[in-house]
């Protein structure tokens, strides 16, 4: 089993969706949670971290079930600017963390 | 502003040859990392350093190696390039502190084909 696992996608929604990803991850252990955003041909950007149940900046909301290991994303009122790819990001052990394959998200007007 | 600068945004080399690719981090963080990118394969851990010639290895080691000989710099050597060596690599950098995680900062990546 893959330590992170995400949908690959691709998830194609209107403007104006809400949309959500789920992401789940094997290392109990981990307490820290992070949501990046790639877009084409560049590196990734942090999008939230995660430190407790749950995080929420503007349209995006991240919620965190440690006891289910698993972790989502929902973006609100998808903006054409939103098309990317999502990767889902657990702390694994002292600054090292395991990148899940990403979940790619385009909104169509 | 954190940056992160890679040496090359594309390189090309031949089978064989020795290649180094070179990081630098203008923020003081500890920790710094690489990583290579591949369709369908996502971000792979290379090899990962929390401190000035302290290295670990990553899910993905064999047929590299690094080198931090100071604190803003990570430099990552293919010591005899192979084509399944042709990837996008990617170095990042993040703070440090006891067990903590902190944000992962990315510098462009370098497009490294071995031909």
């Known amino acids: 089993r893959k330590e992170v696992e995400q949908d690959p996608g691709p998830f194609n929604v209107p403007e104006g969706a809400t949309v959500a990803f789920n992401c789940t991850y094997s290392n109990s252990a981990s307490q820290s949670f992070f949501w990046y955003r790639q877009d084409c041909r560049k590196e990734p950007k942090l999008l939230m971290s995660?430190?407790?149940s749950g995080n929420e900046d503007g349209r995006f909301t991240a919620q965190l079930n440690r006891a289910s290991q698993y972790i989502s994303l929902l973006i609100r009122d998808s903006k054409l600017s939103d098309s990317a790819t999502y990767l889902c990001v657990p702390d694994t052990n002292a600054g090292k963390s395991t990148f899940g394959d990403g979940t790619t998200l385009t909104v169509k007007p | 502003d954190v940056k992160v600068t890679q040496s090359s945004r594309y390189l090309v080399k031949r089978t064989g040859e020795k290649v180094f690719l070179e990081c630098v981090q203008d923020m003081d963080h500890e920790n710094m990392f690489w990583y290579r990118q591949d369709p369908g394969l996502g971000l792979r851990l290379i090899y990962f350093s929390y401190d000035v010639k302290m290295k670990e290895k990553g899910d993905i080691p064999e047929g590299y190696s690094v080198s931090r000989e100071k604190k803003e710099r990570f430099s990552l050597i293919l010591e005899s390039a192979s084509t399944n060596q042709t990837s996008m690599y990617l170095c990042?950098?993040?703070?440090?502190?006891?067990?903590?995680?902190?944000?992962?900062?990315f510098g462009p990546g370098t497009r490294l084909t071995v031909t």
């Open positions: 995660v430190y407790s």
């Open positions: 990042a950098s993040s703070l440090r502190e006891g067990w903590a995680s902190y944000e992962q900062y």
